[in-house]
């Protein structure tokens, strides 16, 4: 009886700590509760909890080389399709010349392509959880 009392009485104390809970859908803070207001499936982690921030960390690096394959893949196929088209519409006109570099026609074209996909990955490519995590302090300390 007194062992449960003191159990609840804890929980209780925690449930009423209004310290703010981070819903990993959103990015966002939230006022305590079990569960994200906006996404109900969501519950809510305390980003002091070592842990979750390296659960973030994670969830960031995931995404931020999910964000690099896909920009540098697809230029860098992109890149390849049009190296591929150019090479051959030059070959029409100067044939011989071109022929001699094909690789580094087509080879170019898709490094080319994969180096401007990585520019443009690191301009889109936002850390979501960065101020919750050392990556974040990280980067405001350098
Ligand atoms: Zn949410």
């Not at 809970?21 to 803070?29: D, G, P, R, S």
């Not at 982690?45 to 690099?68: G, H, I, K, Q």
């Not at 230029?75 to 051959?88: E, I, K, P, R, S």
């Not at 301009?123 to 979501?128: G, I």
Request: aromatic fraction near 10%; charged fraction near 20%.
């Amino acid at each position: 009886m007194m062992l449960y009392s003191g159990a609840s009485n804890g929980d209780i104390c925690r449930m009423n700590n209004d310290k703010q809970l981070l819903c990993i859908e959103c990015a966002k803070l939230h006022n305590p509760a079990q569960m994200c207001p906006v996404h109900p499936e969501e519950p809510l982690l305390d980003p002091d909890d070592d842990d979750v921030r390296f659960e973030l960390m994670n969830l960031d690096d995931r995404a931020r080389s999910r964000t690099y394959t896909r920009w540098m893949i697809g230029l860098g196929g992109l890149g390849l399709v049009l190296a591929t088209a150019g090479y051959f519409l030059f070959k029409i006109y100067v044939n011989g010349v071109i022929e001699a570099f094909w690789a580094e026609t087509i080879g170019g074209g898709v490094v080319g392509g994969g180096f401007i996909g990585f520019l443009v990955a690191r301009k889109t490519y936002k850390q979501r959880f960065g101020q919750w995590t050392m990556d974040g302090q990280k980067n405001e300390s350098v």
